[in-house]
């Protein structure tokens, strides 16, 4: 077969399949979990690799599960990756009543997209006209929440990092990967369905405590140390940083008062904040992150408080390599309109699949059906067709272009590329920038 014809029986092979991807899409939606705690996804993951006939390997990163397809001949591995975890938003109507995930990202697309490619890839026989190796990797934990369960986890040993990405590399799940693929859903204007190539921010995430002094609020204040006060003037004093932070950079610095006191009518002596410092490179990060700790310093220091800042590495910028965006955009041209397809984005959000950009050669696009933002009640799916089936094709297509003919345009790509970081430069960066300051 020639390269067309692998294509177009791989997609013959995902329409025929169409009722069962979208199925799987949906089982997830409907029990959704959060980072680390995926453990019904990652069941019917398994399941569904295993009735194609593929071994899989369960709980890696906690609760992540993967499997291989062999080309039988020799040439680089391929992971195509799907994200187990859903989000917090008790505000939509699917919502767990009593956790409150939801699948407001749009993982359970991934994951059934991912899917896609494998019953595409295998069940069409393609496989056996390609080169190398095609990996599924059901990875869990992408969205950064609940820090103190990831903590638990951490202190019992079981990760290292708060990100499911950044503890596959750590525990060396990607070192035998050569190139990484997957998608994120988006809400798009204008008819788009496509959004190839697009950017987005990294970030240090942070725990903050200001300790201060109670004292009956109405009788002796002036006892007191008041730790809210410090943690407004901190607030405050972040905000007055803005005008100094390069537009170029992206800066996004968003606090929340996870605890502000203890009652009423005591002076708040152990106040809680958390926050993102976000910036569209590693340096301005840093930069922004070392004005954040002055301005948190300067207002515990102000009413005569302590502060503890716990740093915790987020996610690094989103980097693409524009070969394969390339190689996935003229799959998308054939089969929808030129009109629908954006090359190019500016996103402020993050992403745990920008850290394995910054190592190997890796193309996230964006891919529509869906209304609402992401992470919003009002985020959900509106055309099946375009969310699940068209991602499945394009990746599996894409699949075809670089495992083709001994994967000669895989192994240009690979030897051609750059490596922002090696692995051992990386892990060095995450311990680099975890740490606690206390002032
Ligand atoms: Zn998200
Ligand atoms: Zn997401």
């Known amino acids: 077969m020639n390269k067309m014809q692998i294509k177009q029986s791989v997609c013959e092979t995902i329409d025929q399949n169409r009722d069962k991807i979208i199925a799987i ?11 680390y705690k995926e453990f019904y996804a990652a069941q019917l993951v398994k399941q569904e690799l295993e009735a ?15 499997a291989r397809k062999e080309s039988g001949k020799p040439g680089p591995t391929i992971a195509v990756m799907g994200e187990l975890d859903a989000i917090i938003c008790h505000e939509h109507e699917a919502a767990d009543p009593e956790t409150g995930a939801i699948h407001a990202c749009g993982h359970h697309v991934q994951v059934a997209a991912m899917m896609g490619v494998a019953i595409g890839l295998i069940k069409s026989g393609a496989m056996d006209e390609l080169a190398g190796q095609v990996e599924f990797m059901a990875v869990p934990a992408e969205e950064f929440v609940e820090l103190a369960f990831r903590n638990e986890l951490r202190d019992e040993g079981k990760i290292s990092y708060f990100g499911g990405k950044q503890e596959l590399i750590k525990q060396g799940y990607l070192d035998e990967i050569d190139m990484a693929m997957m998608i994120h859903s988006l809400n798009m204007p204008d008819g788009k369905k496509v959004i190839i190539g697009g950017t987005g921010n990294g970030f240090i995430g942070k725990n903050v405590q200001f300790i201060g002094k109670e004292a009956h609020a109405g009788s002796a204040p002036e006892q007191g140390v008041n730790a809210l006060n410090a943690a407004m003037i901190a607030i405050n004093n972040i905000h007055v940083q803005r005008e100094t932070f390069p537009d170029q950079e992206r800066v996004r610095v968003h606090p929340i008062i996870t605890k502000g006191g203890d009652i009423v009518n005591v002076v708040p002596a152990d106040v809680r904040m958390e926050t993102y410092v976000r910036a569209r490179t590693i340096e301005g990060i840093k930069d922004a992150n070392m004005k954040v700790n002055r301005s948190l310093i300067a207002g515990a220091y102000a009413v005569g408080a302590n502060v503890k800042i716990t740093e915790i590495p987020g ?8 070969e394969m965006d390339s190689l996935f955009k003229d799959n998308a041209a054939s089969i929808i309109n030129e009109d629908e397809i954006v090359m190019g984005a500016d996103f402020t959000g993050s992403f745990d699949f920008g850290d394995v950009s910054h190592l190997i050669p890796a193309m996230h696009p964006f891919i529509g059906g869906v209304v609402g933002n992401l992470h919003t009640r009002e985020f959900a799916i509106v055309d099946p067709e375009t969310a699940y089936i068209l991602p499945a094709k394009l990746m599996a297509m894409t699949l075809v272009d670089l495992l083709f003919d001994g994967a000669k345009e895989a ?7 750059k490596p922002e970081m090696t692995k051992e430069k990386y892990l060095a960066f995450l311990e680099s920038i975890s740490g606690v300051i206390e002032k």
Do not use: C, M, W
């Not at 192994?411 to 590329?417: E, G, R, S, T």
């Open 25 to 35: 899409g949906e089982d997830i939606f409907k029990h959704p979990q959060l980072g």
């Open 52 to 66: 194609l006939d593929l071994t899989t390997e369960e709980k890696i990163a906690v609760s992540g599960v993967r």
């Open 315 to 322: 996610y690094l910028p989103l980097l693409h390599t524009p």
């Open 411 to 417: 192994n240009a790509i690979i030897k051609d590329f």
